[in-house]
């Protein structure tokens, strides 16, 4: 069964930070071929969004609120992908989803999967 494992959120304090890690399950990479990795927030009563994505080859692409206080980065041999948070600001405060998006092997489609979230509280 694929699953994705987000751990580290929790509460901090403004200019704190914070280190959210996925560790994805061997399964998925016998399923698809990874694409890209990625970290989404998702507050009361707003969309979902983007904050930071990685590529399989090390690309990194970054919601302007975040850019220049987050970092986005893998571990292909641990199968994780983590953020570092930074300077957090209390709108940083959220629900953040691990996703890992690829292609199926024997299959012409495109594969999306999530994390349950970790809650990442900021302070003032």
């Known amino acids: 069964q694929v699953q994705l494992v987000e751990s580290g959120g929790g509460l901090v304090q403004a200019g704190g930070s914070l280190r959210l890690s996925c560790a994805a399950s061997?399964?998925?990479?016998?399923?698809?071929?990874?694409?890209?990795m990625g970290w989404y927030r998702q507050a009361p009563g707003k969309q979902r969004e983007l904050v930071a994505s990685i590529t399989s080859s090390g690309n990194t692409n970054y919601a302007d609120s975040v850019k220049g206080r987050f970092t986005i980065s893998k571990d292909n041999a641990k199968n994780t992908v983590s953020l570092q948070m930074n300077s957090l600001k209390p709108e940083d405060t959220s629900v953040y989803y691990c996703n890992v998006e690829g292609t199926p092997w024997f299959a012409v489609d495109i594969r999306r999967y999530w994390g349950q979230g970790t809650q990442v509280t900021v302070s003032s």
């Open positions: 061997g399964s998925i990479f016998s399923i698809i071929r990874v694409n890209t």
